[in-house]
């Protein structure tokens, strides 16, 4: 007998609606929910490949425990103990700071990821704390709360209703969309040009996204934020600026900042002419409604929060950021209620409350830079990372330097992780906490209900039991554990804790709609259900569309959700910058010290000519793969090897490389040998390998990925070369030297 069960792909940002036939107790098919109120049936290819990740023979069931070099299965209750075992004396030896924590990017796309690590990176109390936001968006944070005062509000582009549509360092073809939640990516920016609007991607190779676009300019890697502080500089010389929002300060030090970014000082550097940059500034600032949505490839580089800022300050200043078709944030569902007659503003944002033990990386939103992780194992004294706990990431392939890091993960005290699989860094681990499959828990998008480019909500109940404990339960042990409490102590005093905290926050919210209410009323209210589904509805139902617990009957909760199982539609996004501005001054702040001096070190860049025989290397996206966890599936890693490196026909004619064969790519920090594929999409100077790969490791238990391993970029990606604003790492723009093998 057939049962079908919707759901929210939790593989990927763009969140679409899936439809899964269940067949005697396996997944039959999985297609793309046409009644879904955000996606309408899209769906990519890893989406359908839900069933084949829950059935992957090398996704771990049980715990494993390292002993004498050999991962065994073990009980639950043994594995805490072990973790237990192992833990404690060291933090009760060295200190809290002796064991790091790693969170990898999938903790975005779960519950307990979103809402569970928290008591635990409470319960370490550690200055070790360390997450794939410093390979990836952490410039986006640090521009966000400079601006606004609020590292977490990170505009949009109003894809469905913008005319004009600037694309930097993204391929949301590829990648379905990051930092902006979209399903159909590819059919919305189709929209934009048959409703007569333009699509300009800027971009050093001729992506799938750029193909669809109405212009594309191939712009030399790690130069965007030169190039854009130049659309800056022509609409402030030209007077077409037009700032639509009462509440902003520091626009009067703009002209001093652009004044070195001239359309013909950067043309040289770029690879953009100076005719061109003035017409797409021309274009941005004529009145239309247009976006600027800049995404890894400006992230991952040595000024990736100046890209940033640059391309919100050049929405603000052409009337385009909290306006529709503009820049625009959305209203999460979960998120803090109205509040009327409240002011906006705030304690402002700051970063370095602490700084690295070896390198004094200062810290941003409470994490070190990554790329320090590795000194921080092997440099001997008080603070030496000794313990690592990982959750849902793989370090050794994601990070800068991953050779360093491997190795120094070689020689930790204790290494605990929690994975569904015997990767590249759990192999490492003494032992290993496999939380369900995707298919045996709950969803609900915390992450990326605030990065919608519409206000939606959506809860997915489980389709399968759990065989083992829930990921939640798995966390709250882990906390309780090293909070000194023991590792068989109840779960449920981590849930108490938070959900206690969830209520308090909405009753003593000043002038909220719940103010002064007993936060009892509010946990009897959910007590009956389970921890995860206790913070959902709490939220929700304090949340701005929510029913305030009675005070409004028609709103939102989570019995509504699970009665509206294709998914709520709450409406297109609508101004709302006095509700995420949390600046010491209520208005968004252009001005700020180190912004200018990070500028003024790019201007000094200008006066270098680029050398046209150097390259550099960039990565790439791929539809059917997401980082390095989506390799084990031979549905989707099937067909022509993509692991390959791109090189432009005239660069490989110069260096002796021939289309299939071999070469061997060296940076200062490392080297790696890859196909290659000569291509015309490259630009010329610049070459490609995507992220992720290199699954040829001893000791990893991945069976189908090890038949195609690929190469591991990050051997070459040097981790002394940080963004010193955010301390996110330089994936991009890497200088190499090529050569056949």
Same mark, same amino acid.
Request: glycine share 10%; hydrophobic share 40%; proline share 8%.
């Given at each position: 007998?057939?049962?079908?069960?919707l759901?929210?792909?939790?593989?990927?940002?763009?969140?679409?609606?899936l439809?899964i036939t269940?067949?005697?107790?396996?997944?039959?098919?999985i297609?793309g929910?046409?009644?879904?109120?955000?996606?309408?049936?899209?769906?990519?290819?890893?989406?359908?490949?839900?069933?084949?990740l829950?059935d992957?023979p090398?996704?771990?069931r049980r715990p494993?425990?390292?002993?004498?070099?050999?991962?065994?299965?073990v009980?639950?209750?043994?594995?805490?103990?072990?973790?237990?075992?192992?833990?404690?004396p060291?933090?009760?030896?060295h200190?809290?700071?002796?064991?790091?924590?790693?969170?990898?990017?999938?903790?975005?796309?779960?519950?307990a990821?979103?809402?569970?690590?928290?008591?635990?990176?409470?319960?370490?109390?550690?200055?070790n704390?360390?997450?794939?936001?410093?390979?990836?968006q952490?410039?986006?944070?640090?521009?966000?709360?400079?601006?606004?005062?609020?590292?977490?509000?990170?505009?949009?582009?109003?894809l469905?209703?913008?005319d004009?549509l600037?694309?930097?360092?993204?391929?949301?073809?590829?990648?379905?969309g990051?930092?902006?939640?979209?399903?159909?990516?590819?059919?919305?920016?189709?929209?934009?040009?048959?409703?007569?609007g333009q699509?300009?991607?800027v971009d050093?190779?001729?992506s799938r996204?750029?193909?669809?676009?109405?212009?594309?300019?191939?712009?030399?890697?790690?130069?965007?934020?030169?190039?854009?502080?130049?659309?800056?500089?022509?609409?402030l010389?030209?007077?077409?600026q037009?700032?639509?929002?009462?509440?902003?300060?520091?626009?009067?030090?703009?002209?001093a900042?652009?004044?070195?970014?001239t359309?013909?000082?950067?043309?040289?550097?770029?690879g953009?002419?100076?005719?061109?940059t003035?017409?797409i500034?021309?274009?941005?600032?004529?009145g239309?409604?247009?976006?600027?949505?800049?995404?890894?490839?400006?992230?991952t580089a040595?000024?990736?929060?100046?890209?940033?800022?640059?391309?919100d300050?050049?929405?603000?200043?052409?009337?385009?950021?909290?306006?529709?078709?503009g820049m625009?944030w959305?209203?999460?569902?979960?998120?803090?209620?109205?509040?009327?007659?409240?002011?906006?503003?705030?304690?402002?944002?700051?970063?370095?409350?602490?700084?690295?033990?070896?390198?004094?990386?200062p810290e941003?939103?409470?994490?070190?830079?990554?790329?320090?992780?590795a000194?921080?194992i092997?440099?001997?004294?008080?603070?030496?990372?000794?313990?690592l706990?990982t959750?849902?990431g793989?370090?050794a392939?994601?990070?800068?330097?991953?050779?360093?890091?491997?190795a120094?993960?070689?020689?930790l005290?204790?290494m605990?992780?929690v994975?569904?699989?015997?990767?590249?860094?759990?192999?490492?681990?003494?032992?290993?906490?496999?939380?369900?499959?995707?298919?045996e828990k709950s969803?609900?998008?915390?992450?990326?209900?605030?990065l919608?480019v519409?206000?939606?909500?959506n809860?997915?109940?489980?389709?399968?039991?759990?065989?083992?404990?829930?990921?939640?339960?798995?966390?709250?042990?882990?906390?309780?554990?090293?909070?000194?409490?023991?590792?068989?102590?109840?779960?449920?005093?981590?849930?108490?804790?938070?959900?206690?905290?969830?209520?308090?926050?909405?009753?003593?919210l000043?002038?909220g709609?719940?103010e002064?209410r007993?936060?009892?009323?509010l946990l009897?209210?959910?007590a009956h259900?389970?921890?995860?589904?206790?913070?959902?509805?709490l939220?929700?139902?304090?949340?701005?569309?929510? @029913?305030?617990f =009675?005070? +409004?009957?028609d709103?939102? #909760? !989570?019995a509504?959700? /699970?009665?509206?199982?294709?998914?709520? %539609?709450?409406?297109?996004l609508?101004?709302?910058?006095?509700?995420?501005?949390?600046?010491?001054?209520g208005?968004?702040?252009?001005?700020?010290?180190?912004v200018?001096?990070?500028?003024?070190?790019?201007?000094?860049?200008?006066?270098?000519?680029p050398?046209p025989?150097?390259l550099?290397?960039?990565?790439?996206?791929h539809?059917?793969s997401?980082?390095s966890?989506?390799?084990?599936?031979d549905?989707?890693?099937r067909?022509?090897?993509?692991?390959?490196?791109?090189?432009?026909?005239a660069?490989?004619?110069?260096?002796?490389?021939?289309?299939?064969?071999s070469?061997?790519?060296?940076?200062?920090?490392?080297?790696?040998?890859?196909p290659?594929?000569?291509?015309?999409?490259?630009?010329?100077?610049?070459?490609?390998?995507p992220?992720g790969?290199g699954? @040829?490791?001893? =000791?990893? +238990?991945?069976?189908?990925? #090890? !038949?195609?391993p690929? /190469?591991n970029s990050?051997?070459?990606? %040097?981790g002394?070369?940080?963004?010193?604003l955010?301390?996110?790492a330089?994936l991009?723009?890497?200088?190499?030297t090529?050569?056949?093998?």
């Amino acid at each position: 007998m057939d049962t079908t069960h919707l759901r929210t792909c939790p593989l990927c940002e763009a969140t679409c609606g899936l439809e899964i036939t269940v067949r005697d107790g396996t997944v039959h098919r999985i297609r793309g929910d046409r009644d879904d109120v955000f996606s309408r049936g899209f769906i990519c290819p890893k989406g359908s490949t839900l069933g084949a990740l829950h059935d992957d023979p090398d996704r771990l069931r049980r715990p494993l425990v390292r002993r004498d070099g050999v991962h065994v299965e073990v009980d639950w209750d043994e594995a805490f103990a072990e973790v237990e075992r192992r833990l404690t004396p060291i933090r009760e030896a060295h200190g809290p700071d002796a064991v790091a924590l790693y969170l990898g990017n999938p903790n975005a796309h779960t519950i307990a990821g979103a809402v569970f690590n928290r008591p635990l990176i409470q319960a370490l109390s550690t200055h070790n704390l360390y997450s794939a936001s410093t390979v990836d968006q952490m410039p986006r944070h640090v521009s966000s709360g400079l601006l606004y005062g609020n590292p977490g509000a990170m505009p949009v582009p109003d894809l469905d209703r913008t005319d004009y549509l600037l694309v930097l360092g993204a391929d949301p073809v590829e990648s379905n969309g990051s930092l902006c939640t979209a399903p159909d990516f590819p059919g919305r920016l189709t929209a934009i040009r048959e409703r007569g609007g333009q699509v300009v991607v800027v971009d050093p190779r001729r992506s799938r996204t750029a193909e669809l676009a109405s212009e594309h300019l191939s712009i030399r890697p790690g130069t965007d934020p030169a190039w854009l502080l130049a659309l800056l500089h022509v609409v402030l010389r030209d007077g077409r600026q037009r700032v639509g929002l009462d509440r902003v300060s520091g626009l009067d030090a703009l002209d001093a900042l652009v004044t070195p970014f001239t359309p013909e000082a950067v043309a040289g550097w770029c690879g953009i002419d100076a005719a061109t940059t003035e017409r797409i500034a021309v274009a941005l600032s004529d009145g239309r409604r247009a976006a600027v949505y800049t995404r890894i490839g400006t992230h991952t580089a040595r000024h990736g929060t100046l890209s940033s800022w640059a391309a919100d300050v050049l929405c603000l200043v052409t009337g385009n950021l909290d306006a529709p078709g503009g820049m625009m944030w959305p209203e999460p569902c979960h998120g803090r209620p109205h509040v009327p007659g409240r002011e906006p503003g705030g304690r402002g944002f700051r970063t370095g409350r602490w700084t690295s033990r070896v390198s004094g990386h200062p810290e941003v939103r409470g994490e070190l830079p990554v790329a320090a992780l590795a000194e921080e194992i092997e440099t001997p004294g008080d603070g030496q990372v000794r313990a690592l706990i990982t959750v849902a990431g793989n370090p050794a392939r994601s990070t800068p330097d991953s050779a360093r890091l491997a190795a120094a993960l070689s020689g930790l005290e204790c290494m605990v992780s929690v994975d569904i699989y015997l990767n590249e860094t759990t192999r490492h681990a003494d032992v290993i906490l496999p939380p369900p499959s995707a298919l045996e828990k709950s969803h609900f998008d915390f992450a990326f209900y605030g990065l919608s480019v519409r206000n939606v909500a959506n809860y997915s109940p489980p389709v399968f039991e759990p065989t083992g404990p829930t990921e939640h339960e798995i966390l709250a042990r882990l906390a309780l554990v090293v909070s000194g409490q023991g590792h068989d102590a109840d779960p449920e005093l981590v849930y108490g804790l938070v959900t206690a905290t969830l209520a308090r926050q909405a009753t003593e919210l000043a002038g909220g709609p719940l103010e002064g209410r007993d936060p009892d009323e509010l946990l009897a209210a959910v007590a009956h259900l389970d921890a995860p589904e206790r913070c959902i509805d709490l939220m929700v139902r304090s949340g701005p569309y929510g @029913d305030q617990f =009675g005070l +409004r009957p028609d709103g939102l #909760s !989570l019995a509504r959700l /699970v009665d509206q199982p294709h998914g709520v %539609d709450l409406g297109p996004l609508e101004p709302r910058l006095e509700g995420v501005l949390r600046t010491a001054s209520g208005t968004i702040e252009v001005d700020h010290e180190v912004v200018r001096a990070d500028a003024a070190e790019l201007a000094e860049s200008l006066t270098v000519e680029p050398d046209p025989t150097d390259l550099v290397l960039v990565g790439r996206r791929h539809v059917r793969s997401n980082n390095s966890w989506m390799h084990n599936l031979d549905v989707l890693v099937r067909g022509r090897p993509r692991c390959t490196l791109l090189v432009h026909p005239a660069d490989a004619e110069r260096l002796g490389l021939r289309d299939g064969e071999s070469a061997v790519v060296t940076s200062r920090v490392g080297r790696v040998q890859a196909p290659v594929e000569v291509t015309d999409r490259m630009r010329p100077g610049v070459v490609s390998l995507p992220h992720g790969w290199g699954h @040829d490791d001893d =000791g990893a +238990r991945l069976q189908v990925a #090890s !038949l195609r391993p690929g /190469v591991n970029s990050n051997t070459l990606t %040097d981790g002394a070369v940080l963004d010193p604003l955010s301390g996110n790492a330089a994936l991009n723009a890497i200088p190499v030297t090529v050569s056949p093998a």
